[in-house]
């Protein structure tokens, strides 16, 4: 089975938009390294002419264009129309968000104000901004959270996601660990906490779900081999209906309490479930690298004990 590879496709047409300080800037330049025409706050009077020229000539290299509440004319609720009002191209919405307190924070090291605060604090403005893009969230094709992403990461994402050529289903497969915050960039997450937890096996503690011992134990498990099944099964179901849909990038999450053992598993052995369906899986682990902790393991298991119905 394959993916549905699609040749000579239109060129793409990406509009950049979301929250001030949520890294419009960062994705711009990347895209640009990436081989696009990149442009930021352009005008929306102004977006036909420079998709197409003057001359309407037929356009090769995919566009992005960065807009948001600085842009003369910017209007979110008109843009999703505007932008599939452009002939010729396959238009698309990536919204970047971030959590308040980490904009507040990086408004905080830069020193700038908000674009919509300009004689008020920063939250000010992000609350305003939010109600003000609600519907270009909503409408949006893809929704990037950008408050765990360094600029390296966030740079590493978009490769994934746009460095393609959009010609391929990008699928990416990532583990993380609850107790340090959900995957903010998946689509599709999984909670293995259903399974015995191989940090508390003192011989798995300082290993990972990439070593043998810990795939082993996991794999050992009641409900892993059915959970395994059927959640790949979802997979290819799934993974060809959102690439006939128009999505070129589906991001699948795995977690567990901290990230570095069942989670890990998963993943790895999805990715190979996958390889023999015929797609080109990524993988990402993000919270592999990071020390064994068991305040934070044991924290997470008190609570699953309190959440459960008293007897």
């Not at 950049?16 to 696009?36: H, Y």
């Not at 396959?90 to 830069?110: K, N, Q, V």
């Not at 996991?218 to 006939?244: I, K, N």
């Amino acid at each position: 089975m394959t993916t549905g590879r699609r040749s000579q496709r239109a060129p793409r047409l990406l509009l950049v938009t979301g929250m001030s300080g949520a890294g419009k800037s960062t994705v711009l330049d990347a895209l640009e390294d990436m081989g696009w025409d990149t442009v930021d706050n352009l005008p929306t009077a102004l977006l036909h002419e420079f998709v197409h020229g003057p001359d309407r000539h037929t356009r090769q290299a995919h566009v992005a264009v960065g807009m948001d509440a600085r842009s003369r004319g910017f209007d979110p609720q008109a843009l999703p129309a505007l932008l599939r009002s452009v002939p010729e191209v396959r238009p698309e919405i990536l919204y970047l968000d971030a959590t308040g307190a980490e904009l507040i924070r990086r408004y905080g090291e830069t020193r700038r104000r908000h674009p919509l605060a300009a004689d008020r604090p920063a939250e000010d403005g992000i609350a305003r901004e939010r109600d003000l893009t609600a519907a270009l969230r909503l409408a949006a094709d893809a929704v990037l959270d950008t408050t765990d992403l360094k600029p390296a990461d966030l740079r590493d994402e978009l490769r994934r996601r746009f460095g393609d050529e959009g010609d391929e289903l990008v699928v990416t497969i990532t583990s993380f660990g609850f107790a340090r915050g959900i995957s903010r960039t998946a689509d599709l997450v999984f909670d293995l906490r259903f399974l015995p937890n191989p940090h508390w096996v003192d011989e798995l503690r300082p290993l990972t779900g990439a070593d043998a011992p810990v795939a082993d134990f996991v794999a050992v498990q009641d409900g892993w081999a059915e959970f395994m099944d059927r959640t790949e099964e979802l997979l290819a179901f799934l993974l060809p209906r959102y690439w006939e849909s128009g999505k070129t990038y589906v991001g699948a999450a795995f977690g567990c309490t901290g990230g570095r053992h069942r989670s890990v598993a998963a993943a790895i052995a999805m990715a190979e479930r996958l390889r023999h369906r015929g797609f080109s899986p990524n993988i990402r682990h993000r919270d592999l690298a990071l020390r064994p902790n068991d305040s934070l393991e044991l924290g997470q298991e008190r609570m699953k004990e309190l959440k459960r119905p008293q007897e």
